[in-house]
């Protein structure tokens, strides 16, 4: 059995050697002072799809 990585993106489930990581920043807020910062985490996305850049897009604005 391969193990199955879940894009961040589109939730597709594919093989772990046709992902890639991508990095996502967006604005959040700091748990404690309530104020805005900018954040970031890392998600796994389809290699050959524009799934990385869709979702940091959905991130921005
Ligand atoms: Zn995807």
């Known amino acids: 059995m391969s193990e199955l ?5 589109c939730r597709t489930e594919r093989p ?3 992902m890639k990581s991508g990095k996502i920043i967006f604005r959040d807020r700091h748990p404690m002072t309530r104020k805005a910062i900018v954040n ?5 996305y389809c290699a050959d799809k524009p799934c990385h850049g ?3 897009m ?4």
């Open 40 to 44: 970031s985490k890392t998600n796994q």
């Open 58 to 61: 959905a991130h921005e604005g």
């Open 5 to 9: 990585n879940r894009c961040a993106y």
């Open 54 to 56: 869709h979702d940091q």
């Open 16 to 18: 772990a050697n046709e």
